[in-house]
């Protein structure tokens, strides 16, 4: 190679091997996690902006892995995706959480509602619709309790045989929600085409809100034309109370981040939201 660049082509070609032998562990790990019961769901609230009401939760993975330590879903879902894993995760995902909802209804616990994001790979070509229909029959939960999250990749390689399926699920009462609104690239597009209730606004859109006159004015804007649209908002990631209050002044209807709580287990959500229900 030509000289000078010689050092950076190695360095390059060594990340590129690093990269590979972890996607490798994880790979190879995935396979044994579902066994050795190395997956968890944990769950965040989102909660309802005025008054402040605990009901709703949305439901993130977790992996604790014996040799890897803790790996995020940022990490191991696209992993999972690629290599065809994701339909036995997924079903793990909906499965669980659903019974889970299911206990929570019997101990007579205040969550009304659980969303579950659904990977883009798996929406595209699992069948999310029989998927959702075997599960909630089998488990005897109404669909209306359970909003699936999508996200633009989503649909972007289908349009019309998305929004087919959006609508067959919204039939059986599911809630559709447009996740991490904002960061795609024909955002409002998609805003026009889809059959959606819920709008999910991206976390990045309230990052330094406080200080940033332009993002105050493009969140207010897009709350305000959700609203016509007859959809739900959520903002994603409100970590201080100002941001909470400026929310709060756009007539958002539902909020989400570390401010109110971080995702946790069952357990804990459950006595979370009792402490919340007896207030
Ligand atoms: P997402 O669906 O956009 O989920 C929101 C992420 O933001 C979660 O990260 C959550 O823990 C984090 N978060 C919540 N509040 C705050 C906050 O106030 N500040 C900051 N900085 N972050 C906050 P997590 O759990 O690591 O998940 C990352 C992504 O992995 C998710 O993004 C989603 O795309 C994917 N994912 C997570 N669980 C699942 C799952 O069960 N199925 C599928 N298909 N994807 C999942
Ligand atoms: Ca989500
Ligand atoms: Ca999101
Ligand atoms: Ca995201």
């Known amino acids: 190679f030509a000289k000078g660049n010689g050092r950076n082509n190695i360095q390059i070609y060594n990340k590129d091997i690093h990269s590979n032998e972890r996607e490798h562990q994880l790979l190879n790990g995935m396979k044994h996690a579902m066994k050795r019961g190395e997956f968890s769901l944990y769950y965040q609230p989102t909660v309802s902006a005025h008054p402040l009401h605990y009901r709703r939760a949305e439901v993130l993975i977790r992996w604790f892995s014996e040799e890897l330590g803790q790996v995020s879903p940022g990490e191991f879902i696209p992993l999972a995706e690629r290599s065809g894993l994701i339909t036995e995760l ?16 019997k101990e007579q616990a205040s969550i009304r509602q659980l969303s579950i994001n659904i990977s883009a790979i798996h929406f595209q ?35 019309s045989q998305a929004v087919a399926t959006l609508h067959q699920l919204r039939e059986l009462g599911f809630r559709i929600a447009l996740d991490d609104f904002g960061t795609g690239l024909s955002s409002l597009n998609y805003l026009q085409m889809l059959p959606i209730d819920t709008l999910k606004i991206d976390q990045t859109f309230v990052q330094d809100i ?62 979370v939201y009792e402490r919340n229900a007896a207030q």
């Open 90 to 105: 997924t079903e793990w995902i909906v499965r669980t959480a659903l019974i889970q909802l299911k206990a929570w209804d």
């Open 125 to 159: 070509y699992g069948n999310v619709y029989d998927l959702m229909k075997r599960l909630t029959d089998e488990i005897e939960i109404h669909p209306s309790r359970i909003e699936l999250e999508i996200t633009e990749t989503s649909v972007m390689k289908n349009m």
């Open 210 to 271: 406080a200080h940033d006159t332009k993002k105050q004015a493009i969140v207010e804007t897009i709350i305000r034309l959700a609203k016509h649209l007859g959809m739900e908002i959520v903002v994603e990631g409100i970590e201080e109370n100002v941001q909470y209050l400026l929310m709060q002044s756009y007539g958002c209807d539902y909020l989400q981040g570390y401010y109110f709580a971080k995702p946790m287990r069952a357990e804990e959500l459950s006595a």
